[in-house]
């Protein structure tokens, strides 16, 4: 429930009367049907104004679906990447918006709305793609020389995945007939976003007198699939391991004709950090990369008790080396015990702050913003983190 933002008068004063008004606008049979009580625009005192149409937001059950889902989108692609690559759109398209002006981030989402739904809520799609950041990954078993070439699928090969996706929600008790999966071709890479209902939720909801109801709801959620054709790979993005199982076989039947394509589950090593740990921490040959430092490492030994210790530091590499100063040398990565985390800080070259990216063995990756991935990835693959199929 998103909407809790429009609870708070400061929020929608950051888009104005004028727009809201041209916003409400568009919405006024829907309005009229769900009996919703709009604060007049006869009232001259905005911040009574403002109050009051506060309020209404503390009932989203009574206002139209249709205008809860645009202001949902409207908040989650208000953020500065979203604008950022909306504004581009915008542009492009030469939408009749006076940049000149100050905006709010929200303000210009809302005018974009207003101009181009179709562009605003295309870039709302490819937003919650990316804002995704961890996932799982699968490869395939099957020798190079063996893979045909891919193709892509197709909506009626798509219809049959969601027809699953479907079945096994209403399975489990998400919802009948909630799934919808979207294609987007971004960056190389086919990323297919998956939504559907939850499982049922409650809110309390606040109403007058002092007096609060429970609002019985279902969630939506957000799956993502995203398939590398250069890697032929698979990673994905999922609430549990029933999901990724589902998506997985699904996935390898539509878009290499076998559900058990994507099998390997073995994606990423850490082997490189005892190998050479400066060299594996080199980001020399990825040009988006200025450095890169170890700060976590989490080392399994096992055993009757499952023993195991994390190793934290700002600098790893540069602490152990402080501390040979007298002689003895340590090692930033002990020559004992498996190790199955590690943490990293990675300074981007187009980024003011630092961002951790994090690798779980054996097929886990998370990065703090997806549009890093493939600076990422090719670090990865260039220092031998990506392991080789079939690779114990």
């Known amino acids: 429930m998103s909407l809790k933002r429009f609870t708070n008068a400061k929020h929608l004063r950051g888009l104005g009367r004028p727009l809201l008004k041209e916003f409400f606008?568009?919405?006024?049979?829907?309005?009229?049907?769900?009996?919703?009580?709009?604060?007049?625009?006869t009232l001259e005192n905005d911040d009574e104004y403002f109050k009051k149409l506060a309020e209404v937001f503390f009932s989203p059950k009574k206002l139209p679906p249709k205008m809860t889902e645009v202001l949902e989108a409207v908040i989650e692609l208000a953020d500065d990447k979203g604008v950022e690559d909306l504004t581009i759109g915008a542009k492009e398209k030469k939408l009749a918006i006076d940049w000149t002006k100050k905006r709010t981030n929200l303000d210009i989402v809302v005018q974009v709305w207003l101009l181009d739904e179709a562009l605003m809520l295309k870039m709302h799609n490819e937003h919650r793609l990316v804002r995704t950041t961890r996932f799982k990954y699968w490869g395939t078993k099957k020798p190079p020389a063996e893979r045909l070439a891919f193709t892509p699928t197709t909506n009626a090969e798509l219809e049959l995945v969601r027809k699953a996706v479907d079945k096994w929600c209403v399975e489990n008790h998400r919802g009948e007939d909630t799934v919808t999966i979207t294609p987007h071709e971004l960056d190389g890479e086919w990323w297919f976003l998956i939504q559907h209902g939850g499982t049922m939720s409650r809110l309390a909801e606040a109403k007058g007198n002092q007096k609060t109801e429970t609002l019985f709801y279902r969630p939506g959620k957000d799956d993502v699939v995203v398939y590398n054709i250069e890697r032929d790979e698979i990673r994905i993005h999922a609430g549990s391991k029933a999901e990724w199982e589902l998506y997985r076989m699904e996935f390898g039947q539509r878009l290499?004709?076998?559900?058990?394509?994507?099998?390997?589950?073995?994606?990423?090593?850490?082997d490189p950090l005892r190998k050479d740990i400066g060299k594996a921490l080199d980001p020399d040959g990825v040009t988006e990369i200025k450095s890169i430092k170890l700060q976590e490492l989490e080392l399994m030994f096992g055993?009757?008790?499952?023993?195991?210790?994390?190793?934290?530091?700002?600098?790893?590499?540069?602490?152990?080396?402080?501390?040979?100063?007298?002689?003895?040398?340590?090692k930033a990565v002990p020559d004992t015990g498996k190790m199955v985390r590690a943490v990293f800080e990675i300074e981007f070259v187009k980024c003011t702050k630092p961002r951790r990216v994090t690798i779980r063995i054996p097929d886990t990756l998370n990065v703090g913003r997806t549009g890093d991935v493939k600076a990422v990835h090719d670090w990865l693959t260039l220092r031998e983190f990506r392991a080789v199929n079939g690779d114990e």
Request: charged residues 40%.
């Open 256 to 270: 290499r004709s076998d559900p058990e394509y994507f099998s390997e589950r073995k994606n990423f090593v850490l």
């Open 25 to 41: 606008a568009r919405f006024t049979e829907e309005l009229k049907e769900c009996q919703a009580t709009l604060p007049p625009d």
């Open 303 to 330: 055993g009757d008790f499952d023993d195991r210790i994390i190793r934290k530091s700002d600098d790893m590499v540069a602490s152990a080396a402080q501390r040979s100063k007298d002689g003895k040398e340590i």
